[in-house]
């Protein structure tokens, strides 16, 4: 198969945006560039090295946001149509990305994009409608300081087309909070702030209606490979059976059971209440129906309503396990309708729920010791398991109002500000705080969350091998190994931009060969799995290459105090903890299989050169030099 065909499923256009000059553009994706980074969080990640001088302020106009649909989007492949959204991130300073499930990756396909870059700033709210070929700026004044859910009403009428698919910012991005996110339809894209880069653009949203076509290179194999994918996912446990019934949510009575469910901001890893907050008391209380997204047959999502009082009205899709462990067990909460009705109102002003949830129950603990007062916190008595604070202490972070005005910073910059001792309390790592799966008690999940890009995310490696004991968890041998695999898995899929909850199909330690294969029915491409590893490789280069140009180094890539310091208190996990002694041990086997400077974490100019990465390792090679003559 030649390797200059044109390849399928992409539309190969994109939108280039510019804010600043009131301009709407259509340009060319390169072929061999597809090849080269596939799509999403690779593309991303490429040209925002190429596109951003490094340095620069993330909510500054030098700053661009990047949507991107991936190959498989508006196809039948399963899991494949979701949305990615990239940038600068204002809470880590290094490259983020995030995706989203729904329908609106494959109303961007079908547009005939793949994808938009927000580039600029406007003097005045806008927003950018697209309509097949045609895009246009208008006037989003209207709903400048608008919640996400009234803002996608109005954009419905203002376009008149119920069958857009929006995507739009909340007061909380207006405010430049730093975990902002963006809301598309009911699902969110978050955690790093991306919907403070757009508020501090002037861009309110993303209206998308697209009627076109999108040809694929192997009809026949594609939904004959489809299908088998569908059938191994109904066979499945994870994907046919726990996961359709219950969601996300049914990790926490395992995680709880295992020891490893973090509560009280990480004072402890197993939580009391943990029943009030399971799948099964969840499906018993609020759920009203499952829900699926577009060409998926897991139907994992879960509509909820809240029918009992305080919290009786409250709709979500959801709550997912994140934002349960988040708003719920962190701040030592056992209600499952106090935490739908806070994700809501999360959802609402656009706002991350795992960032401000720990953010929250960062706060309670520098209360309950003494860090803070009332006199700090606008009188409000910040202890754990106060259901009452939750609503209110929302609304202050999303609005930047008094004591929020702090922690509408991040757990990492609101430390800084109280001093005192409570960075100790500050559960991140590179700004962001941690999700609910635990480092101490999983050592190899430990080494990718000190070494990945994003810093607490569970998405840069996975919980998933040592937690279903696919690895064994009570020891760091092999683990940097597996970690790199698992890391390859993750930034393959991200940029492909198929869902990480079917990691089971995918995965769950390594590509699979389902993975590329179909990648190749719909594309044409001929990629085996030794080039998609490959393929991983270059990519996590990419953005680690980017986190160098903007400081990163060696001594970037840790955890906090307590998981390095203090043992699981009690549990079936007591005891565990992953000593600063052992996390840089597996750190230096961890770089040496990267192929980066041992002493700086840099990735070397010769594994660069290997990876195909010239302009890189050039760049590399300055630093390196540099960071050698100090």
């Given at each position: 198969m030649s390797r200059a065909m044109l390849y399928k499923g992409y539309t190969r256009k994109i939108l280039r945006v510019n804010l600043t000059e009131g301009t709407v553009k259509a340009e060319e994706l390169p072929n061999g560039q597809l090849r080269k980074y596939i799509g999403g969080a690779g593309l991303a990640a490429r040209m925002l090295y190429d596109e951003l001088a490094p340095g620069i302020d993330p909510l500054s106009p030098d700053n661009k946001v990047l949507f991107l649909a991936g190959p498989l989007a508006g196809t039948i492949a399963p899991t494949g149509s979701r949305i990615g959204v990239y940038t600068k991130s204002p809470l880590t300073n290094g490259f983020f990305h995030s995706s989203a499930g729904g329908y609106f990756a494959p109303e961007l396909k079908y547009a005939g994009y793949d994808g938009v870059i927000i580039e600029g700033a406007s003097k005045s709210p806008v927003y950018l409608y697209v309509d097949n070929e045609r895009a246009e700026l208008r006037d989003a004044s209207r709903v400048w300081g608008e919640r996400t859910d009234a803002t996608q009403q109005w954009l419905k009428g203002d376009?008149?087309?119920?069958?857009?698919?929006?995507?739009?910012?909340?007061?909380?991005g207006e405010r430049l909070v730093r975990f902002a996110n963006i809301t598309a339809g009911c699902r969110s894209l978050g955690r790093g702030g991306i919907g403070a880069v757009l508020g501090s653009k002037k861009f309110k949203a993303l209206a998308v209606r697209g009627k076109g076509k999108l040809a694929v290179h192997d009809m026949e194999g594609t939904l004959k490979l489809s299908h088998e994918i569908m059938q191994i996912m109904q066979g499945n446990p994870s994907t046919g059976q726990v996961l359709p019934w219950f969601g996300t949510p049914v990790l926490v009575n395992a995680n709880n059971s295992l020891g490893v469910f973090g509560a009280r901001n990480w004072q402890q890893e197993t939580f009391e209440g943990a029943e009030g907050l399971s799948a099964e008391t969840m499906r018993q209380k609020i759920v009203v129906r499952d829900k699926a997204c577009f060409a998926c047959p897991i139907k994992c999502s879960k509509y909820s309503v809240v029918t009992n009082a305080p919290f009786e009205g409250y709709t979500v899709e959801g709550p997912e396990y994140e934002n349960i462990f988040a708003l719920g067990s962190m701040c030592g909460i056992s209600s499952i309708e106090a935490v739908a009705a806070a994700e809501r109102e999360c959802d609402d002003l656009g706002m991350d729920a795992i960032e401000t949830g720990v953010?929250?129950?960062?706060?309670?603990e520098n209360f309950e010791k003494g860090n803070l007062s009332a006199r700090d916190t606008d009188g409000l008595e910040l202890r754990f398991g106060k259901t009452e604070l939750m609503l209110p202490l929302i609304g202050k972070i999303a609005r930047r109002e008094g004591f929020g005005n702090l922690l509408a910073e991040g757990v990492k910059r609101a430390a800084e500000k109280i001093g005192k001792g409570s960075e100790a309390f500050a559960m991140q790592n590179k700004g962001m705080t941690f999700a609910g799966h635990s480092a101490r008690g999983l050592p190899g999940f430990a080494l990718g969350y000190a070494t990945g890009p994003r810093g607490g995310s569970h998405h840069d490696s996975r919980p998933t091998g040592e937690r279903c004991g696919i690895v064994q968890r009570d020891t760091i041998e092999g683990k940097p190994a597996y970690t790199v695999k698992v890391n390859h898995l993750m930034i393959f899929t991200d940029s492909m931009i198929i869902c990480h909850l079917a990691e089971a199909i995918w995965g769950p330690v390594e590509i699979k060969p389902v993975v590329v294969d179909i990648l190749n029915r719909v594309t044409g491409m001929d990629v085996t799995t030794g080039e998609a590893e490959l393929t991983a490789e270059r990519i996590w280069n990419v953005i680690r290459a980017f986190a160098v140009r903007e400081g990163l180094r060696r001594k970037d890539d840790t955890l906090p105090k307590r998981f390095l310091t203090e043992p699981i208190p009690?549990?079936?996990?007591?005891?565990m903890v992953i000593t600063e002694e052992t996390l840089e041990k597996m750190k230096d086997e961890y770089y040496e299989i990267r192929g980066w400077d041992r002493a700086t974490g840099i990735p070397t100019?010769?594994?660069?050169?290997?990876?195909?990465l010239p302009d890189i390792a050039e760049d590399m090679k300055q630093i390196l030099s540099q960071e050698q003559g100090r």
């Open positions: 376009i008149g087309d119920e069958a857009a698919q929006l995507a739009v910012i909340g007061p909380a953010s929250i129950a960062f706060a309670m009690d549990g079936p996990s007591k005891g100019p010769q594994r660069l050169l290997a990876l195909d």
